[in-house]
């Protein structure tokens, strides 16, 4: 049979047709190949460009737009600060200026009497008498020796001048203190350790130098132990009026032991500043810090808080602001939102000051603050509907404290910001900067509790150092301690 050239023809076409689509599919799949590793690669890079921008909002941040405090802000920082004003450091042209006022002449020590020799007008001999309205200039000194007293009780053998016998005193604790160091001495301790967190072996040293005093580091331990457990009726006296107060500012940091990190939180008011050392900051551990629930709570948003009733709650609008300022540092709808919402609380504000400054009254201030409070909350409903990643969130999460966000608008006593505990707890702060916290819970109860006790001692002009002196030696004693707010009831 004889074989057609066109049929071998179509067979070597339909080979190369074969061999075509078998390298149309080999291409294919390095095309679908490319493709997916583009795709691959895109995502990397917005993985990438995602996490560079968060970085350098990072970076960023500083104590006028996030939460963290002034002494983070790096050298040279001036973050916070407003634009200067181009006048002289110090007090300017018309201030009234503060000057030294003198002691009472009952307070004075020693006085020097000095007398005109002769008329200024005349040249008589003048005599010497006493002005009641005498020019009076003083001067304050430290005399030597600033020392310690040291009283000594010797228990002594006396022989029987009957048979010999030598009979000792005995050991009557009714009249020996039990401790080598007296109640001042134990409160000079206490509260430059605790109140004025010197270090406990500069304060060694100081005891040294200036008083004459030899105390060993384990021996001023344990007279923190002792002044620790003579304050506390005193704390817990404060505890009380802070959870009985009607407004009331709490805020929380971290805290170290021995290089676990613990929780300690503040709730501060008018009258008292109780501050507690916690295990970790959750609802569980904080809920039952603050009792009864009592009152209106000035705070920021911290979800561990959300045990109180919203509408009894005041949040900061310090922190707002800096998470204002944060937004209004972003490129494109979330910066110009930011600036919106930056420009509004910049309203809030001078409402605020003016209120305070007596320019308003409480229903001009609630009549003003009302169209502020719609466009406020329009502009952060905005926020949320515009899906942008970082501000959307945070947004919601604002929206979500309405109910908080003007409680300082008709209530009485209650600021727009949680400054007050802010600061109440920057001791705390920069005592765990120094020393890096404490090593056992008897140093946690210890700083608890003389900061609880000199942070309120101080709101209330009581000399901290005469304080801690009485309750020291009613603890010696065995009597009735002192009272921190004696001239201060407990509301019921």
């Keep these: 049979m004889t074989t057609d050239w066109r049929d071998e023809r179509i067979a070597e076409l339909e080979g190369h047709i074969a061999a075509g689509a078998g390298r149309i599919a080999e291409l294919e799949g390095k095309l679908a190949a490319k493709d997916a590793r583009t795709a691959e690669l895109e995502q990397r ?60 002449p009952e307070e004075v020590d020693e006085v020097v009497n000095l007398f005109p020799h002769e008329c200024e007008n005349c040249w008589t001999a003048l005599p010497e008498v006493l002005d009641p309205s005498a020019k009076r ?42 401790s080598p160091f007296g109640p001042r001495l134990m409160a000079t301790a206490g509260a430059l350790t605790g109140g004025y967190h010197l270090s406990r072996r500069k304060t060694v040293r100081l005891l040294l130098e200036l008083l004459g005093v030899r105390m060993s580091l384990g021996a001023l331990i344990n007279v923190e132990a002792r002044v620790s457990e003579a304050i506390v009726p005193a704390v817990d006296q404060a505890w009380e009026q802070a959870k009985q107060a009607p407004v009331k500012h709490t805020d929380g940091t971290s805290w170290v032991q021995a290089g676990k990190t613990l929780s300690v939180w503040t709730i501060a008011t008018t009258m008292v500043t109780v501050f507690k050392i916690l295990a970790d900051h959750t609802k569980a551990t904080l809920e039952p810090l603050y009792g009864p629930l009592l009152g209106i709570l000035v705070s920021d948003r911290a979800k561990e808080l959300n045990f109180w009733a919203m509408v009894r709650r005041q949040i900061c609008w310090a922190h707002l602001l800096r998470r204002f300022v944060a937004f209004s540092e972003r490129d494109g709808t979330a910066g110009a939102i930011g600036r919106e919402l930056l420009d509004a609380t910049g309203v809030l504000f001078e409402y605020w000051y003016d209120f305070k400054a007596g ?98 001692a101080r709101k209330l002009k009581t000399n901290v150092f005469e304080f801690l002196t009485a309750c020291c030696r009613a603890f010696a004693n065995g009597t009735r301690p002192p009272l921190l707010l004696a001239a201060h009831s407990v509301p019921p």
């Design 137 to 178: 200039y003083q001067q304050t000194e430290l005399l030597p020796p600033i020392r310690r007293h040291t009283k000594e009780w010797r228990c002594h053998d006396v022989t029987c001048p009957k048979c010999g016998y030598r009979t000792r005193a005995r050991y009557d604790a009714a009249v020996i203190p039990a």
């Design 45 to 104: 890079v917005a993985a990438q460009t995602k996490q560079l921008a968060e970085l350098l909002e990072k970076l960023g941040r500083n104590s006028r737009n996030s939460h963290l405090p002034p002494s983070s802000d790096p050298p040279g920082s001036h973050a916070g600060k407003g634009k200067k004003s181009g006048r002289k450091r110090g007090g300017q042209p018309g201030h009234g200026g503060v000057t030294r006022k003198l002691l009472p």
């Design 359 to 456: 320019k308003l009254d409480r229903a001009t201030l609630v009549a003003r603050m009302a169209p502020l409070r719609r466009q406020v909350e329009a502009t952060l409903e905005r926020a949320v509907a515009a899906d942008i990643a970082g501000l959307s969130g945070s947004c919601a999460d604002i929206l979500e404290h309405r109910a908080a966000l003007w409680t300082f608008v008709e209530e009485k006593g209650v600021p727009p910001t949680n400054n007050h505990a802010e600061l109440e707890l920057r001791d705390f702060v920069l005592w765990r900067k120094r020393s890096y916290g404490t090593q056992s819970e008897r140093g946690n109860r210890f700083a608890e509790r003389i900061m609880t006790v000199t942070h309120t």
